[in-house]
C-alpha cells in the first residue's frame, strides 16, 4: 500500500502531545477505507460506501457537553441546560490525562477550514485514533488545498479519542463519555464516544460563539440559490422537511445544515452532508441516495442477509442511522458554497395540532419571536405514553448547540432582516396538519407544500390579499397559485369551529409558557409578537 501525507511544519507539539506512535497526516480518503478496512473498524458496501460502528454512542450526548468556565466565558456563555460548567483545573486534568494516553497510539490528523468565507474561516486540526473518524473530517469540513497544508497555522484543535474515558468521580463529568470546548485554549476534548456528530456540532458551537462578536449571525439552516442569485434558507426541526424542500432541482445547494449571515450574503460552514438515512429511497431522497458512494461513510446501518446491499429500513441499531459525503457527491451545488442576502427565509414546523396556517408572512417582530421560540410537534403514537400532539420548542432551531443567550441571534435575526436590501421576507410554513389535530385531521399535502414555497420564491405573493389570524397574528394569502383557496385558513378547514378556536388557544398558551423563560432578556419588539389568549 502507499499513503499520500502532506505533514505541515507546525505540529502535535503546539498542543502539548508529544506523540511517539505513528502519525498519519492527511491522508486521502481511499487510504483511510483501506486502514479502516484493515484495523477491522469498517466494510465496503455494495455501493462502494464504507459502513462503519460508532459503538456504544449512536447519537450526540448533550448532557455529557461542558464548557470550560473561566475568566473569558463566566459572563458571556449561556449557563444552565444547554451550556454546563467546568472548571479549568478539572479541564487541565483531563486534558494531562488524554495527552498521556494518546503518546503511544497510531494518530490520525487533519487540517481543515471551517467556513467557506476566507474572511471568517476557522483553521481546524483533528486528531483521530480512529481512521474513518478522521476521514468523516475530511467528508464533513472544508479540504484545503494541497499547497496550503504545508505552512498550516491551527487556530483550534479537536482532539477526539473513543477508548479514553474520564473518571466521573475524580474528573467532574457525568460519566465515562464527554465533550468539552475550552474558549480559551481553543480545543476541544471528545472521550468515550466514537460518536463522529460529537466533532461536528462541537465546531458549530464554537462558530455560534465566535461569529455573532464579528457581527455574523449563525444558523441552523440549509440554504440555496435560483437562476437570478436569490438566497434562500431553511430553518427547521427534524421531521419538519427541511431536507426535502432545500433540495429543489431548480435551485443550487449552498448547504444543508450550518450556515452564516454576513453583511455580504450566506456562507456554508462545511464541505460535505451528514444526512438521516432511515427509510431512505431514491424516490423520496434522490440526492442523498445517491452520494452514498465511494468516500461516503454510513454509520450503524445493517445490510439484508447475505449480502453487502444497505438495509435502510433497519432501525435495529439505532433509529438515527446517519451518512457523510463531501458535498461535492451532489450534483447541484454552489461553488464555493456562498450566496447573496437572503430573499426568503422559511421557518418550517410540523404543527401536530392543526392550527397553524400552511404559510404564513411574518413581520420583523414575529419573526424574532418565531425564531426564538423554534416550534415544531411530536406527533402523537411515536413515543410510549404520547397519547396528543407535543410541543417541541428548539430555540434558534438549534438549542443545543447555542452558548449565547438565544435571544441574542434573535436580535441578530431582527438586524439583519432591517438591513437587507430591498428587505427579506420571513415565511412561516406549517408541513403538519390541517382539518384537525392529529388522528382527525390530515397532513398536508407535499404538492401543496413545494406550491407555496415556490409561489414565495418566484415574488407570487407579493401582490395578493392577506387576512390576518386573531390568535398569532399571522398574515395568511387568500390565494396561492396551485393551491386550493380553502386550505390556506386553517379554521376554515376544521369541521368543528369552536373545537379549532379551544385548539388554537391551548397552543398559544404554550407558546407563552415556552417564551417565559426568556423574556426577561428580550426586547419589547419580540415580546409584542407573542400569540394572544382571547377572552371568553
Same mark, same amino acid.
Given at each position: 500500500?502507499?499513503?499520500?501525507?502532506?505533514?505541515?511544519?507546525?505540529?502535535?507539539?503546539?498542543?502539548?502531545?508529544?506523540?511517539?506512535? #505513528? @502519525?498519519?497526516?492527511?491522508?486521502?480518503?481511499?487510504?483511510?477505507? =483501506?486502514?479502516?478496512?484493515?484495523?477491522?473498524?469498517?466494510?465496503?458496501?455494495?455501493?462502494?460506501?464504507?459502513?462503519?460502528?460508532?459503538?456504544?454512542?449512536?447519537?450526540?450526548?448533550?448532557?455529557? #457537553?461542558?464548557?470550560?468556565?473561566?475568566?473569558?466565558? /463566566?459572563?458571556?456563555?449561556?449557563?444552565?441546560?444547554?451550556?454546563?460548567?467546568?472548571?479549568?483545573?478539572?479541564?487541565?486534568?483531563?486534558?494531562?490525562?488524554?495527552?498521556?494516553?494518546?503518546?503511544?497510539?497510531?494518530?490520525?490528523?487533519?487540517?481543515?477550514?471551517?467556513?467557506?468565507?476566507?474572511?471568517?474561516?476557522?483553521?481546524?486540526?483533528?486528531?483521530?485514533?480512529?481512521?474513518?473518524?478522521?476521514?468523516?473530517?475530511?467528508?464533513?469540513?472544508?479540504?484545503? =488545498?494541497?499547497?496550503?497544508?504545508?505552512?498550516?497555522?491551527?487556530?483550534?484543535?479537536?482532539?477526539?479519542?473513543?477508548?479514553?474515558?474520564?473518571?466521573?468521580?475524580?474528573?467532574?463529568?457525568?460519566?465515562?463519555?464527554?465533550?468539552?470546548?475550552?474558549?480559551?485554549?481553543?480545543?476541544?476534548?471528545?472521550?468515550?464516544?466514537?460518536?463522529?456528530?460529537?466533532?461536528?456540532?462541537?465546531?458549530?458551537?464554537?462558530?455560534?460563539?465566535?461569529?455573532?462578536?464579528?457581527?455574523?449571525?449563525?444558523?441552523?439552516?440549509?440554504?440555496?440559490?435560483?437562476?437570478?442569485?436569490?438566497?434562500?434558507?431553511?430553518?427547521?426541526?427534524?421531521?419538519?422537511?427541511?431536507?426535502?424542500?432545500?433540495?429543489?432541482?431548480?435551485?443550487?445547494?449552498?448547504?444543508?445544515?450550518?450556515?452564516?449571515?454576513?453583511?455580504?450574503?450566506?456562507?456554508?460552514? =462545511?464541505?460535505?452532508?451528514?444526512?438521516?438515512?432511515?427509510?431512505? $429511497?431514491?424516490?423520496?431522497?434522490?440526492?442523498?441516495?445517491?452520494?452514498?458512494?465511494?468516500?461516503?461513510?454510513?454509520?450503524?446501518?445493517?445490510?439484508?442477509?447475505?449480502?453487502?446491499?444497505?438495509?435502510?429500513?433497519?432501525?435495529?441499531?439505532?433509529?438515527?442511522?446517519?451518512?457523510?459525503?463531501?458535498?461535492?457527491?451532489?450534483?447541484?451545488?454552489?461553488?464555493?458554497?456562498?450566496?447573496?442576502?437572503?430573499?426568503?427565509?422559511?421557518?418550517?414546523?410540523?404543527?401536530?395540532?392543526?392550527?397553524?396556517?400552511?404559510?404564513?408572512?411574518?413581520?420583523?417582530?414575529?419573526?424574532?419571536?418565531?425564531?426564538?421560540?423554534?416550534?415544531?410537534?411530536?406527533?402523537?403514537? $411515536?413515543?410510549?405514553?404520547?397519547?396528543?400532539?407535543?410541543?417541541?420548542?428548539?430555540?434558534?432551531?438549534? =438549542?443545543?448547540?447555542?452558548?449565547?443567550?438565544?435571544?441574542?441571534?434573535?436580535?441578530?435575526?431582527? /438586524?439583519?432582516?432591517?438591513?437587507?436590501?430591498?428587505?427579506?421576507?420571513?415565511?412561516?410554513?406549517?408541513?403538519?396538519?390541517?382539518?384537525?389535530?392529529?388522528?382527525?385531521?390530515?397532513?398536508? #399535502?407535499?404538492?401543496?407544500?413545494?406550491?407555496?414555497?415556490?409561489?414565495?420564491?418566484?415574488?407570487?405573493?407579493?401582490?395578493?390579499?392577506?387576512?390576518?389570524?386573531?390568535?398569532?397574528?399571522?398574515?395568511?394569502?387568500?390565494?396561492?397559485?396551485?393551491?386550493?383557496?380553502?386550505?390556506?385558513?386553517?379554521?376554515?378547514?376544521?369541521?368543528? #369551529?369552536?373545537?379549532?378556536?379551544?385548539?388554537?388557544?391551548?397552543?398559544?398558551?404554550?407558546?407563552?409558557?415556552?417564551?417565559? @423563560?426568556?423574556?426577561?432578556?428580550?426586547?419589547?419588539?419580540?415580546?409584542?409578537?407573542?400569540?394572544?389568549?382571547?377572552?371568553?
Amino acid at each position: 500500500m502507499s499513503f499520500t501525507e502532506i505533514i505541515p511544519k507546525i505540529g502535535l507539539e503546539s498542543i502539548g502531545l508529544t506523540n511517539t506512535g #505513528k @502519525q498519519w497526516w492527511n491522508l486521502s480518503p481511499a487510504s483511510l477505507v =483501506e486502514h479502516s478496512i484493515l484495523k477491522g473498524e469498517g466494510v465496503l458496501t455494495d455501493n462502494g460506501a464504507l459502513l462503519v460502528s460508532t459503538g456504544k454512542f449512536t447519537g450526540r450526548s448533550p448532557k455529557d #457537553k461542558f464548557i470550560v468556565r473561566d475568566v473569558n466565558t /463566566e459572563n458571556t456563555i449561556w449557563w444552565g441546560d444547554v451550556n454546563h460548567p467546568i472548571e479549568v483545573e478539572k479541564y487541565e486534568r483531563i486534558l494531562a490525562k488524554m495527552q498521556s494516553y494518546l503518546q503511544e497510539k497510531e494518530l490520525y490528523i487533519r487540517d481543515v477550514y471551517a467556513g467557506a468565507d476566507p474572511n471568517y474561516r476557522l483553521n481546524v486540526r483533528v486528531v483521530n485514533t480512529l481512521p474513518w473518524a478522521n476521514m468523516f473530517v475530511n467528508n464533513m469540513f472544508i479540504r484545503p =488545498e494541497r499547497e496550503d497544508l504545508e505552512n498550516f497555522k491551527p487556530e483550534w484543535t479537536v482532539i477526539a479519542a473513543r477508548g479514553f474515558q474520564a473518571n466521573p468521580v475524580t474528573d467532574g463529568t457525568r460519566q465515562e463519555n464527554f465533550a468539552m470546548i475550552n474558549f480559551t485554549r481553543k480545543i476541544i476534548l471528545i472521550g468515550g464516544s466514537g460518536y463522529t456528530g460529537e466533532i461536528k456540532k462541537g465546531i458549530f458551537t464554537v462558530m455560534n460563539y465566535v461569529l455573532p462578536m464579528e457581527g455574523v449571525l449563525s444558523m441552523h439552516c440549509s440554504a440555496n440559490v435560483g437562476r437570478k442569485s436569490d438566497t434562500a434558507i431553511f430553518f427547521g426541526l427534524s421531521g419538519t422537511g427541511k431536507t426535502t424542500l432545500s433540495a429543489d432541482p431548480e435551485r443550487k445547494l449552498i448547504g444543508d445544515d450550518e450556515h452564516g449571515w454576513t453583511k455580504d450574503g450566506v456562507f456554508n460552514f =462545511e464541505g460535505g452532508c451528514y444526512a438521516k438515512t432511515i427509510d431512505l $429511497t431514491p424516490e423520496k431522497e434522490p440526492d442523498i441516495y445517491h452520494a452514498i458512494k465511494h468516500g461516503a461513510i454510513v454509520e450503524n446501518m445493517n445490510f439484508y442477509p447475505d449480502s453487502r446491499r444497505l438495509n435502510y429500513k433497519d432501525d435495529s441499531i439505532t433509529q438515527n442511522i446517519r451518512v457523510s459525503y463531501p458535498i461535492h457527491h451532489i450534483e447541484n451545488i454552489m461553488k464555493p458554497s456562498m450566496g447573496e442576502t437572503p430573499k426568503n427565509i422559511f421557518f418550517l414546523t410540523c404543527d401536530a395540532f392543526g392550527v397553524l396556517p400552511p404559510i404564513s408572512r411574518l413581520s420583523v417582530p414575529q419573526a424574532m419571536y418565531q425564531f426564538v421560540s423554534g416550534y415544531t410537534a411530536k406527533i402523537a403514537g $411515536t413515543e410510549e405514553g404520547i397519547d396528543e400532539p407535543v410541543a417541541v420548542f428548539s430555540s434558534c432551531f438549534g =438549542e443545543p448547540f447555542l452558548p449565547l443567550h438565544p435571544t441574542k441571534y434573535a436580535e441578530m435575526l431582527g /438586524e439583519k432582516l432591517n438591513e437587507a436590501e430591498n428587505g427579506a421576507h420571513v415565511w412561516l410554513i406549517n408541513t403538519g396538519w390541517t382539518g384537525g389535530p392529529y388522528g382527525v385531521g390530515s397532513r398536508i #399535502k407535499l404538492k401543496f407544500t413545494r406550491a407555496m414555497i415556490t409561489a414565495a420564491l418566484n415574488g407570487w405573493l407579493e401582490g395578493v390579499e392577506y387576512i390576518t389570524d386573531p390568535v398569532f397574528n399571522l398574515s395568511m394569502p387568500t390565494s396561492v397559485p396551485n393551491v386550493p383557496n380553502e386550505v390556506l385558513n386553517p379554521r376554515n378547514t376544521w369541521a368543528d #369551529k369552536g373545537a379549532y378556536d379551544k385548539k388554537a388557544q391551548e397552543l398559544a398558551r404554550l407558546f407563552n409558557d415556552n417564551f417565559a @423563560q426568556y423574556s426577561d432578556f428580550a426586547n419589547e419588539e419580540i415580546k409584542a409578537a407573542a400569540p394572544k389568549i382571547l377572552a371568553g
